[in-house]
């Protein structure tokens, strides 16, 4: 079946160190990857999207490479901001079917300290 | 990109009791969906909000403790029902983009059974 694996939190870094969040994924067919970010007390947006292999989805300086060879979607960021902090969750869409349903991972709390 | 509005946004309900959730998006969807985030969780789909028919359910979810509905193209309810401290969790609305290629989320209501 479906599922994605992701690293757990909480993440703690000093404002502009270097962001990894790792991302692994099982799937069938040719899924879409998301990254969702969960700010406190907020519900979830859309933070980047990748469609295919080799497609990079970027927003508001992260970034994330759809990894079909090693079924990955990391997400990075040069240079994280207080402001960052929130709750990221990686995701996958298989497309077909009655409905698109989105598999979540578990969610990294990432803090980031002036 | 939808707008997604969930009423309530927060709610303190006594246990046995029962809440209405409501979710208006402001343009006509094909896909809505319900997700449960429980403290600390990630998120699991409740059910497929379905116009015009009985919803679809996930494993684990069942009507009579979740019952929904979708009158129209834009708004759905979900009632949690004869509630228990357990039902404590944030529920999140949900809809599919117009290409159904990406989902949006609604700000969810952040319930609490005492």
């Known amino acids: 079946g479906n599922s994605v694996t992701q690293m757990e939190g909480p993440v703690t870094l000093s404002e502009e160190a270097f962001l990894t969040i790792n991302c692994t994924y099982t799937?069938?067919?040719?899924?879409?990857l998301f990254w969702y970010v969960q700010y406190p007390g907020e519900g979830l947006q859309l933070l980047l999207k990748?469609?295919?292999?080799?497609d990079k989805g970027s927003n508001k300086g992260f970034e994330a490479t759809y990894r079909k060879e090693t079924t990955s979607f990391h997400l990075e960021k040069g240079s994280v901001q207080v402001s960052d902090s929130a709750v990221y969750f990686c995701?996958?869409?298989?497309?077909?079917?009655?409905?698109?349903?989105?598999?979540f991972g578990t969610g990294t709390l990432l803090a980031v300290q002036p | 990109s939808a707008v997604i509005s969930q009423k309530p946004s927060r709610d303190i309900c006594q246990r046995g009791t029962s809440l209405t959730i409501q979710c208006q998006v402001d343009?006509?969807?094909?896909?809505m969906f319900w997700y449960r985030q429980q403290p600390g969780q990630s998120l699991t789909l409740i059910a497929t909000?379905?116009?015009?028919?009985?919803?679809?359910?996930e494993s684990g979810f069942v009507i009579d403790k979740f019952p929904i509905s979708r009158p129209n193209l834009t708004f759905s309810t979900l009632t949690v029902s004869n509630m228990s401290p357990e039902d404590s969790s944030i529920y999140l609305c949900?809809?599919?983009?117009?290409?159904?290629?990406?989902?949006?989320f609604g700000q969810g209501t952040r319930l609490t059974v005492v």
């Open positions: 949900s809809v599919m983009g117009q290409k159904n290629t990406e989902a949006f």
């Open positions: 799937a069938t067919g040719y899924p879409s």
């Open positions: 990748a469609t295919k292999a080799d």
């Open positions: 995701a996958l869409m298989n497309y077909g079917g009655a409905t698109n349903k989105l598999i």
């Open positions: 343009s006509q969807v094909t896909m």
């Open positions: 909000a379905n116009q015009g028919s009985e919803a679809t359910y």
